[in-house]
């Protein structure tokens, strides 16, 4: 608990290189520091026992009426996922649009929130062998932490991902908006137990 106050009071000052790395972008290396800034800023929120502690669901679970998908949601302690029904052939794109609908009447009421932008936007998702690609319309440098990992733990946790991994094993590629598109200019992330987007690298 000592190095995760430490982190946290650290990352706190380290806020504003994060977004001028992140936006100059500047080479690998440079993007890699500047997200585990973002996902240390998103872990201080998340208490020992904060609602993402039972860790990341299983990929395409089901339930009583069938497949499910899960989008992850904000509350008060951390990302919070919430199922909902699938249909047949469900996979990371009806995921990531269950997720940029937003929380239903109920589920805010519950307090669950978003932290993806406001208004109407749409994220394209691919499913590759073991990983899931993510076309953004937006820069990494534009959202907030959580938001990253609203993102990428909804994705690794959607059914219909070739090489049955688990979700926490699921690299998620992350590709920016009005930026290169190959794998070598993407942000790799998985989503960890706590469901917090994490480096790929970094584990």
Not at 43 to 65: E, F, K, L, N, Q
Request: overall charge positive.
């Amino acid at each position: 608990m000592r190095i995760r106050r430490a982190a946290c009071r650290g990352v706190a000052r380290h806020r504003t290189a994060y977004r001028g790395a992140a936006r100059r972008r500047v080479g690998w290396s440079a993007a890699v520091a500047a997200l585990l800034a973002s996902v240390a800023l998103a872990g201080c929120g998340v208490t020992d026992t904060g609602p993402s502690d039972a860790g990341a669901p299983a990929a395409g679970a089901r339930t009583a009426g069938g497949a499910v998908v899960r989008a992850y949601f904000v509350a008060a302690h951390g990302t919070w996922p919430v199922a909902r029904p699938a249909p047949p052939g469900a996979g990371p794109q009806t995921a990531l649009n269950a997720l940029l609908a937003g929380p239903t009447p109920a589920e805010s009421a519950r307090g669950l929130v978003t932290a993806l932008p406001a208004g109407t936007h749409r994220v394209r998702a691919r499913a590759a062998p073991g990983a899931v690609d993510l076309y953004l319309p937006w820069l990494v440098s534009e959202l907030d932490p959580v938001a990253v990992s609203q993102l990428a733990c909804t994705a690794a946790s959607a059914p219909g991902i070739p090489g049955g991994k688990r979700p926490v094993d699921v690299v998620v590629r992350v590709h920016e908006s009005g930026l290169p598109s190959g794998d070598a200019d993407s942000w790799a992330l998985t989503c960890d137990e706590s469901g917090v987007a994490v480096p790929v690298n970094s584990r």
